[in-house]
């Protein structure tokens, strides 16, 4: 089913200054691919690059992908867009737009190159699910007027246009839908649970858990996102997806409050905040698909996981 890695191909990665990006950056560079990543630092940054510059396999070019891009490259990863509520509640016009725009400029490139394209989905198409877990067959539960829809609307309407440049134009697609993923290079303050608490309890601070704390997460941490990314879009052409990756182990907030307080140590107490409007109840992936098609399986536990980013958080804040 997989394909052979192709050598010597240059990569387009947008949002390749991000969290995942950055990961993805490092991993086709390791396999000897030439990487050209794009970015507008809206909620990335130079420093998570920073040790690629001067590689001869690497570029950088600041670009904002809701303006047109003419570049050649031979496959494309799409990732651009914030991913934290904080971050993408900040400007929603132009998360949708960022989504939506950028969707069909990337896939108007992939179009004019015959470029295989991947886009970076989410478990958020399924809004707040009735289903549990969810499978790809499910359609979900999505407010469109909410505070979350310029991200889950906007996401939900990037796959339609993939769908619909493979059906009209026949564009080599993957759809990727990504499931909670935390890890190093997490912004310190994008406000998104793992990197609130572990930052939270380093600093000693009161841990914040959103209502009471009975919602459930699943937690994949980013070397095997980033896996399951390569292997999607190295898989046989006729497979489109949509594909859930993500790490089946679900969580309630109070036990991921817990176990970081665990493993950071400390004076924190926990405290608890109003509980966001549409935030989901439960979220756990079923990957039947990605373990069948692609042979994904994820392997890091969370406490090993948080072991990885609470070192990350620890240097970075002593620098
Ligand atoms: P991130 O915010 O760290 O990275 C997104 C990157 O996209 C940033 O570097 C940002 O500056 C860049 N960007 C935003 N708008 C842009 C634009 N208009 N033009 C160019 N660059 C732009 O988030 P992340 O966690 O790395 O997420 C990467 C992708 O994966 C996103 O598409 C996100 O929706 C998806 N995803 C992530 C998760 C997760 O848990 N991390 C879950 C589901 C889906
Ligand atoms: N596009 C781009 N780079 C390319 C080719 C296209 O950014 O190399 C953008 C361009 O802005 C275009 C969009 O992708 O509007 C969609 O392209 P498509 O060919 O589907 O449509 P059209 O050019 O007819 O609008
Ligand atoms: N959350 C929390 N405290 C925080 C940040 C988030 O209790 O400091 C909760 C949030 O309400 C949600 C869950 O943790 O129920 C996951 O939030 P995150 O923003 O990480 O991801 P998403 O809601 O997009 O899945």
């Not at 040790?51 to 799409?78: C, K």
């Not at 839908?177 to 793992?194: K, L, W």
Request: aromatic content about 10%.
């Amino acid at each position: 089913m997989i394909d052979d890695v192709q050598d010597g191909h240059k990569v387009l990665v947008t949002g390749g200054a991000g969290f995942l990006g950055s990961h993805l950056c490092d991993r086709l560079i390791e396999r000897g691919q030439d990487v050209l990543c794009v970015d507008n630092f809206y909620s990335g940054s130079r420093a998570n690059v920073a040790h690629l510059f001067g590689h001869a396999r690497f570029e950088l070019l600041r670009h904002d992908v809701t303006f047109p891009l003419y570049v050649e490259v031979s496959r494309i990863f799409n990732l651009a867009c914030p991913a934290s509520p904080v971050h993408y509640q900040f400007d929603p016009v132009q998360t949708t737009k960022t989504s939506v725009h950028g969707a069909i400029n990337m896939l108007g490139l992939a179009k004019r190159l015959s470029a295989r394209i991947l886009q970076a989905s989410t478990s958020e198409v399924y809004g707040d699910p009735d289903v549990h877990p969810q499978p790809e067959s499910y359609w979900g539960r999505v407010n469109p007027i909410g505070i979350r829809s310029c991200y889950n609307e906007g996401k939900r309407c990037a796959e339609t246009l993939f769908f619909d440049y493979w059906r009209q134009h026949q564009v080599e697609i993957k759809v990727m839908r990504i499931f909670n993923t935390y890890g190093p290079r997490m912004h310190p303050s994008d406000g998104r649970v793992i990197s609130n608490f572990v930052v939270q309890a380093i600093k000693g601070e009161p841990i914040t858990i959103y209502g009471d704390g009975s919602q459930t997460r699943s937690f994949c941490y980013v070397d095997d996102m980033v896996d399951g990314m390569l292997r999607l879009m190295d898989s046989s052409a006729d497979f489109t997806g949509p594909v859930n990756v993500g790490n089946p182990k679900e969580f309630t907030m109070m036990e991921v409050a817990e176990l970081v307080l665990r493993l950071v140590g400390g004076k924190s107490k926990i405290v608890h905040k109003p509980l966001p409007a549409d935030d989901p109840r439960q979220r756990m992936p079923d990957i039947d698909l990605a373990g069948k098609v692609l042979d994904w399986h994820p392997r890091v536990p969370l406490e090993e996981g948080l072991k990885e980013t609470i070192a990350y958080f620890h240097k970075l804040f002593a620098s």
